[in-house]
């Protein structure tokens, strides 16, 4: 959630006699003198400092303060109304946020399952090409719920969490409906790769915000209990849509799918907005909307950290092979082992394990200072590439078991700490815009990285090459945000010489004034003398 920022007014505004010029000393000079006399406090956007009873040379200007401004006006009642509840309402919006993020993530995890369904159902003919244009339609859809990400915070950050989750339920409800009338792989390009991920991610990305809005000291706790919900769909669904494909067929299971949906429409209603500033409440008496400025709109200036780009590059890349596993292990499993095993403990393991991971390597995230973090996310990227090679080398199913624990186990790490990364890569200010566009740039490789898999599979007839070559991009990857801790300490360094530097100039042109006033007022003294 991007923090709205308000401009304060001009120095002065509210006082009529701050707007003449005074004769003697310049302004910053006198504003330092009478700060130093009278042991006072600037207050942003009042006309003079502040006494020490709290009060200031000029009207308090409560519309444009930045909340949490102590000792200025108005800012202890602006921090009071700014400051989370830690509870109430909030655990309802939290088991809300929660039963999203498992809709969404648990569809889209389970995608396996779904994926020989559609080969069965819609593989009569002699496609040999079957599998590279069925494995568009879950690679499409997981890769529009990432990019549509930038778009969703900019409405989110317009029209606010309530409404854009409730139309994006909605929107995801009709997809996968629609999708339960198609009788061939092509439409479903349009109502499950896109309408349905499209609402998926509207959805899914203000149940994010939303929860800083109701906690805070609690925020970890309640990420860590929203995340476990795609855990648990993860673990439960594909056995459940196993069930439901063999006793009523894909399309009656899309059809029960659609609950899942409409409960996620419903539950976008819990989020009541908390704060609404002066400006917002004026603007709605006036019955006008305005747009905000398009700079915060758009918030390109996370890309002039050096430590964020390289972090938006070196994600993606060490994606193309993510999403391969969850589209075509359950294929994989089938062609080697026949129907003698259950293929969907798998993803059950993957399930279980990634959320042990998101709660263990969450809470280590919390001793490893400073944009270190990111060597927990290398360490991962590293582990998921060997596993991925090793698919193909398992002749056990139980040797598979074990790699999916292990897969799991690290892509939980990987997934918890990415917010934590970007909060100290960029800050909190522009951390909601940065996640975003991270989130848009790791749409690509998940995309394209399962259609190159079916692809390797239709043409060789078997799955080992595509997993080997899965490998390789999470180690490049990791390789490549190996740079990011010493870029970022080198910038920090950089940016602490600055404000070193602007109050040495401050002083130095204080002093000169302090000069300039002292000899102009000995030559007064002395002629005073004189007469």
Known sequence: MAPVSEQLAPQGAGDPAAAAPLPGPPAAATVAESRRENGGEWCPGSGGPAAPGGESGARPQAATEAPGSAGCPGSAAAAAAAEPPEGGWGWVVMLAAMWCNGAVFGIQNSCGVLFVSMLQLFGGGEDKQLAFKTAWVSSLSMGMV??????????????????????????????????????????????????????????????????????????????GIVTAGSSLFTVSLPFLLRVLIDSVGLYNTLRVLCILLFILFLAGFTYKPLVSNAKDKEAGKKGKFRFPPEKKICNFSVFKVLSYRIWAFGIPAALFGYFVPYVHLMKHVKDRFGDSVPEEVLLLCLGITSGVGRLIFGRVADYIPGAKKVYLQVVSFFFIGLMSMMIPLCH?????????????????????????????????????????????????????????????HDHLGTYDVAFYLAGVPPLIGGAVLCLIPWVHERQKLKERAKPVDGETTEKMLENETTLVSDTTEKPAKEMESGF
């Open 146 to 223: 990432f990019f549509c990400s930038p778009i969703v915070s900019i409405f989110t950050d317009l029209f606010g969490c309530r409404k854009v989750a409730v139309i994006g339920a909605a929107v995801g409800f009709v997809g996968l409906l629609s999708s339960s009338f198609v009788s061939t792989i092509e439409p479903l390009y349009f109502t499950y790769g896109v309408l349905f991920a499209c609402g998926c991610s509207f959805a899914y990305q203000p149940s994010l915000v939303i929860l800083g809005h109701y906690f805070k000291k609690r925020l970890g706790l309640v990420n």
């Open 396 to 456: 056990v199913f139980g040797g598979l078991i074990a790699v999916c624990l292990f897969m799991g186990l690290f892509d939980g790490c990987f997934i918890c700490i990415m917010a934590p990364i970007a909060f100290e890569l960029v800050g909190a200010q522009d951390v909601s815009q940065a996640i975003g566009f991270l989130l848009g740039f790791m749409s690509i490789p998940m995309t394209v990285g399962p259609p190159i898999a079916g692809l390797l």
